[in-house]
């Protein structure tokens, strides 16, 4: 099945830096997602990005499907960023199910 | 429009008893799928459902797990005979078409 990976596993930032997120994955999708997974548990969509760059505030995403890779950029970290971001692939072979990698745990410190 | 329901989102069981969870999706999302989360871990597939129909079942374990989603009411992810490796947070997500997925906030399962 399909592979997801994402690096770095942890980063530690002080408050106001700028962060870079990746995801690579193994073969062709249909879906791609960008979760945060918030200290209390919540998981909150960020981005729905097959392909392309979106912009959100401070976040933005790029997916470059041909070479089968994913940034998200945090740009002027606040402590409110910290939590675990996760990357989830929908594989082409399947419309259902979405693919998580093991997420990179973010500390924003004061 | 209200997201992803779930509950309740503490339940606590002990072990050989069954646990319940619900599933409300968002107001005309016809797709309901289960993950579980294991401590420390990312989430992990377990079903995938549409009204009245199972479509995708891959990830449930073989024995005492169950989903159903009916016409009427929310979908259920059933466990019987809880074991302390059940101890998860279980996420519900719901989509309109069957491509993006939007979460719940999960129900914390705790096996004593």
């Known amino acids: 099945g399909i592979q997801v990976e994402q690096s770095p596993p942890d980063l530690i930032l002080q408050e106001g830096a700028n962060s870079t997120l990746r995801c690579n994955f193994s073969?062709?999708?249909?879906?791609l997602q960008w979760f945060h997974q918030n200290p209390w548990g919540q998981l909150i969509n960020l981005f729905y990005?097959?392909?392309g760059t979106k912009q959100n505030g401070r976040l933005s995403a790029t997916t470059v499907a041909t070479e089968r890779y994913s940034l998200l950029y945090i740009s002027s970290s606040q402590t409110t960023d910290s939590g675990v971001y996760f990357c989830?692939?929908?594989?082409?072979?399947?419309?259902?199910?979405?693919?998580f990698g093991s997420g990179t745990r973010l500390s924003i410190r004061p | 429009n209200a997201g992803v329901m779930q509950n309740p989102r503490h339940l606590v069981r002990r072990r050989g008893q069954e646990a319940r969870l619900r599933c409300s999706p968002m107001k005309g999302h016809s797709h309901v799928y289960w993950y579980r989360q294991l401590p420390e871990e990312g989430l992990k597939f377990m079903v995938y459902?549409?009204?009245?129909?199972?479509?995708?079942e891959s990830g449930m374990p073989k024995e005492r797990f169950s989903a159903e989603f009916p016409k009427e009411g929310p979908s259920i992810l059933r466990i019987q005979q809880v074991v302390r490796g059940d101890s998860a947070a279980y996420f519900c997500a719901s989509s309109p078409g069957g491509v993006e997925q939007f979460f719940g906030p999960g129900t914390r399962l705790t096996v004593l």
């Open positions: 989830a692939v929908g594989p082409y072979s399947s419309a259902s199910k979405i693919i």
């Open positions: 073969d062709s999708v249909n879906n």
């Open positions: 459902l549409q009204k009245e129909n199972i479509i995708d």
């Open positions: 990005i097959p392909s």
